[in-house]
């Protein structure tokens, strides 16, 4: 079992993740941990804190001469903007943020407290531990890519392009569009609501490519890969909605379009189209999987919203904090190592073993046994 777990404030001193799970002999570029966590920062519309951050993944155990040794991996990510004790308290909640509900949980008038965690900040821990995930999953041909495929009302035309040429376009896009004429159009909304002191929401979609059939499990409701990953997925702050594969336009036609029909060719089973998103009753089915979040506008606002302070009970404007304009880019980068994370979880489950040769081993006879089903 692959599972992490994060600590750290917006503005503490620093992150930091555990990964606990990962077998021995895995080898770690430690420079594939600084890329991810740059692919996170990187994005047009975004604040100024990603003018000063520089994230760099600390490596403080679990790794030994470039491979895991089977231990809990440690990553620190230090901040550069190291002033918590030094902030002042907030009291005028954010419509649209943790503000006002995590104060009333925690029993806190000081809604620092609740928004120095709450902060997505906390992702590039998130995303350090799908780093390892991804280079895991890599061992076995599984690979993953993210695009945006609209922000605001502007959305981008990706149909028909491959794999390769989504990420290609996406990675030298400065909002990761595979779409360059839908990028121009959404530069120039984004650039419209910062005018405007206002912020954008948008779409990001997650392509895993290589999953084997049988990961994940239908026989219990928390070994549904699907679940866990929609899971994941809505825990990224500011996700209000996940779909796999057509997700809610499935809603809208009949069965006889909704279904994928399989077919036997060539030694392998496949199906002609993909709408269920490569999982079918909460495991992988061989085809990509293909998942997408829904992102809320950034809920701190130049222009901010009426509020009240929760130490009066008076209406007031709400804080207003340093932010980005918009942040879908990112997002789907987090989503990636969110993904990552979960598939490597349900790959570890069914094929694990303490090594990756013994991992190896294992998906080599299943792969043998599906060939010759």
Known sequence: ????????????????????????????????????????MAGYGRGGRMKIERDTAHVLSGIRSGRTIGSPVAIMIKNRDFRIDSLPPIAKARPGHADLA???????????????????????CRVAAGALAKIFLAEFGIDML?????????????GGLGFARIRSLAEKS?????????????????????????????????????????????VQWD?????NIARALMSIPAVKSVEIGGGFRLTLVPGSRAHDEIFYAKGRFGHRTNNAGGIEG???????????????????LMRPLSSV?????????????????????????????????????????????DSVGETAANFKACARRIKNF
């Open 282 to 300: 909460g495991m992988t089915n061989g085809e990509d999987i293909v998942l997408r979040v829904g992102m809320k506008p950034i809920a701190t």
């Open 146 to 158: 993210s695009h945006v495929i609209s922000i605001g009302p502007v959305v981008a035309r990706t």
């Open 174 to 218: 400065c909002l990761r569009c595979a779409d360059p004429k839908a990028e121009r159009m959404m530069k120039a909304v984004i650039d419209n609501a910062k005018r405007e002191g206002d912020s954008l929401g948008g779409c990001a979609e997650v392509v895993v490519k290589g999953a084997p059939p049988g990961l994940g499990s239908h």
């Open 1 to 40: 079992m692959i599972r992490y777990m994060t600590a750290g404030e917006s503005h503490g001193e620093a992150l930091v993740t555990i990964v606990d799970g990962l077998p021995a002999g895995l080898r770690v570029d430690r420079k594939i941990l600084d890329r991810e966590l740059a692919r996170r």
């Open 309 to 353: 302070n929760i130490r009066t009970g008076k209406k007031a404007l709400a804080q207003v904090e340093r932010a980005d304009v918009v942040a879908v880019p990112a997002c789907g980068v987090v989503a990636e190592a969110a993904a990552a994370l979960e598939v490597a979880n349900a790959f570890s489950e069914k094929f694990g073993g």
């Open 223 to 227: 070994r549904r890969l699907d679940g």
């Open 102 to 124: 995590g104060a009333l949980k925690y029993d806190t008038r000081d809604i620092r407290d609740i928004l120095e965690r709450a902060s997505a900040r906390e992702t590039a």
